[in-house]
T-cell receptor, first 112, second 115 residues
Framework: QQQVKQSPQSLIVQKGGISIINCAYE??????FPWYQQFPGKGPALLIA?????SEKKEGRFTISFNKSAKQFSLHIMDSQPGDSATYFC???????????FGTGTRLLVSP | DTEVTQTPKHLVMGMTNKKSLKCEQH?????MYWYKQKAKKPPELMFV???????INESVPSRFSPECPNSSLLNLHLHALQPEDSALYLC??????????????FGPGTRLTVL
């Protein structure tokens, strides 16, 4: 119930293409879903986050799509660039709980 | 200032050493976190401090001892560690205000190697 399942484990996308990473959760009490980007040897950086009262949130080239009935959410990176090559983690939490439940991570490689 | 800073960046220690990791934030956040991250894995929560009081201990071995001297500082004291404790140790902070933003901001981490 506390798990967040993330796929794919790794992803190779051509420069200019669309990168799509998917996450699924079971606990319907989750009400906050952030995505983090992590470069090797660095800490995770908050990329974008969504709450379940909206179905989509866009910030620049990054979009979260949220499907409450399916208990799924995804990150879309438009016009992917080599500088986007990193590990991406989805996460979830619920009101009143400080703990973030992380997905297993996706290693994205954008080829030039 | 929207930064969480951590020192040192790298630390190598023997199993009998005592060392400390330090974390600092000046965003006025009242919750601070310690995470451990192994290679190719997500961060794993260790401790949470809320308003300078320990609110969560994820059954972490006593060789890790957290301390929150004030609302801006978080320390992690290390003693008698094992080689399997080698990892990236991350500090994070968040507002911890009821109904407020829940974003956690991470520091760059301390790369710990236990020999």
């Amino acid at each position: 119930q506390q798990q967040v399942k993330q796929s794919p484990q790794s992803l190779i996308v051509q420069k200019g293409g669309i990168s799509i990473i998917n996450c699924a959760y079971e606990n319907t009490a989750f009400d906050y879903f952030p995505w983090y980007q992590q470069f090797p040897g660095k800490g995770p950086a908050l990329l974008i986050a969504i709450r379940p009262d909206v179905s989509e949130k866009k910030e620049g080239r990054f979009t979260i799509s949220f499907n409450k009935s399916a208990k799924q959410f995804s990150l879309h990176i438009m016009d992917s660039q080599p500088g986007d090559s990193a590990t991406y983690f989805c996460a979830a939490s619920r009101t009143g709980f400080q703990k973030l439940v992380f997905g297993t991570g996706t290693r994205l490689l954008v080829s030039p | 200032d929207t930064e969480v800073t951590q020192t040192p960046k790298h630390l190598v220690m023997g199993m009998t050493n005592k060392k400390s990791l330090k974390c600092e934030q000046h965003m006025g956040h009242r919750a601070m976190y310690w995470y451990k991250q192994k290679a190719k894995k997500p961060p794993e929560l260790m401790f949470v401090y809320s308003y300078e009081k320990l609110s969560i201990n994820e059954s972490v071995p006593s060789r890790f001892s957290p301390e929150c001297p004030n609302s801006s500082l978080l320390n992690l004291h290390l003693h008698a560690l094992q080689p399997e404790d080698s990892a990236l140790y991350l500090c994070a902070s968040s507002q911890d205000r009821s109904g407020g933003p829940r974003e956690q901001f991470f520091g760059p981490g301390t790369r710990l190697t236990v020999l």
